[in-house]
């Protein structure tokens, strides 16, 4: 009997591999990309250099007034002066702890959510209670804790209210939305469509505003409600056509033979929907509607037009402080890192729920 002996393979020779290798295949590998390498190198140098002598080098990074900062560098004093404005608003200093309570259980329940190891049962509790949890802890009048108003609520602290607010409740609304575009009863169908094409039609700041000014016009005399509460209302119900629309594409990249096999093992609508199809399409719709919340949270900062004070317009307010006058170029670098971190996490989370599972249906 022959006996056959598997050879170990070898590495690939030494110009097929490694940095320099990479840098052939990918920088130099025709005349058009050596140009354009060339001018990608030259527009690092008259950039970069420039914005590391104005950000670390000549930078003021001790003091405690405007008077601590000469020079040309940036003056970072500033930020860590104003830095409670910057994440807490007008917030009161004696209740701060609330709101350092209240995000640290929002990173809590965020770590519990992305754990795979928890059970499903803990994840939806911990989702549930965070925002009873929040309100009570923001808002207070019970349990002892003092009455704040949320005109007082401010900076990063309102900024991921609005947003955590916005995603979670519109995420619901937008998957009934999307169902009731795919109905074959014509009213719903007809209402549905009627409300995703009006909203996706109009700007949020329209929204904002109708929600801030119109909306108390369909109260009864007598009852209003808080300016926040109509800002989420409005960005909740803008939100949702678009998340409508995120799970319409995912309803349509199922193949028919899905809802057919459904049909055929007898489910009823309810038990296809949430068995079968709508845990499909929610997959599919994971990159868009990511998208879609990224830019939720970078919409947040419209709410300035009626009166709430989020992150950025907390940095328009420090940098008019006639102390300050002349550093709000640290105030918005340093706001444009906070929303760059925020939404690079949401983006590379996307990218391992994409991954694990397996959104591309690709072996």
Known sequence: MAVYQLKTAKEPPVKERGVIYWIRKNLLSSTTNIL??????????????????????????????????????????????????????????????????TLFLGFVTIVIAVIEKVPKSIKIASIVILPIAAIVLLSGGIFGLE??????????????????????????????????????????????????????????ITVLFMASVVLPLFFPEGMDFDKLVRALIGITLFQAAYVAENIRGGF?????????????????????????????????????L???????????????????????????????????LGFDTEGYVFVALIYWAFNFTMSRYSKHLEKKLDTNNRD
Request: charged share 15%; hydrophobic share 50%.
């Open 147 to 204: 009455y704040i108003e949320t005109n007082k609520w401010g900076g990063l602290l309102l900024t991921l209210v609005i947003a955590t607010v916005g995603i979670v409740l519109s995420f619901p609304i937008g998957v009934l939305l999307a169902m009731g575009r795919q109905s074959k009863l014509p009213i719903i169908k007809t209402l549905s469509v009627s409300y995703i094409e009006l909203i996706r039609g109009v700007p949020l």
């Open 252 to 288: 349509q990249a199922i193949p028919k033979g899905q809802y057919e096999a459904a049909d055929a093992l007898g489910l009823t609508y309810g038990q296809k929907m949430r068995l079968i199809i709508l845990p499909q399409a929610i997959k599919v719709a994971i990159p868009n």
């Open 36 to 101: 354009l390498t060339i001018l990608s190198l030259y527009i690092i140098y008259i950039i970069v250099p420039p914005l590391i002598k104005w950000a670390f080098i000549d930078a003021n990074f001790t003091g405690h007034a405007k008077s601590d900062c000469g020079g040309d560098g940036a003056c970072w004093v500033f930020i860590r002066e104003k830095l409670k404005m910057f994440i807490y608003g007008f917030f009161p200093e004696q209740q701060l702890w609330r709101a350092n309570l």
């Open 290 to 324: 990511v998208g879609t919340f990224i830019s939720l949270f970078k919409d947040t900062s419209l709410v300035m037009i009626i009166g709430l004070f989020d992150l950025l317009t907390m940095v328009k307010l420090t940098a008019n402080d006639r102390d300050w």
